[in-house]
């Protein structure tokens, strides 16, 4: 599956499934991905790998719902990026 595609399944079932109830402030669905990484941190924590793993990936289909509402190229930005980052000093010049 194309990271386009998988964007357009995860914003249409997330529709589906009632999330985008009159529309959606991005601040909420911002926290709504922070709260499944504190989840995963909380398997990991726990040492529960079979939930560590769904939660990581509930947290790229919280991702994939907001690049598919928001109609963001995310493979294009992430290509952008990542050939920016292999330009930066080590850690980013910074201590940690």
């Known amino acids: 599956m194309e990271i386009k595609e998988f964007c357009e399944q995860a914003h249409n079932a997330a529709i589906k499934k ?5 529309g959606r402030p991005i601040s909420e669905l911002l926290m709504l991905i922070v709260s499944e990484l504190g989840e995963a941190y909380e398997a990991d924590r726990n040492e529960d790998e079979k939930n560590f793993n769904e939660e990581i990936a509930d947290c790229f289909i919280r991702l994939g719902d907001l690049v598919g509402a928001l109609d963001i190229d995310i493979e294009k930005e992430i290509k952008k990026k990542m050939k920016y ?3 930066r000093k080590y850690k980013h010049g910074k201590k940690y």
């Open 18 to 22: 009632g999330f985008w109830h009159d």
């Open 85 to 87: 980052n292999e330009a």
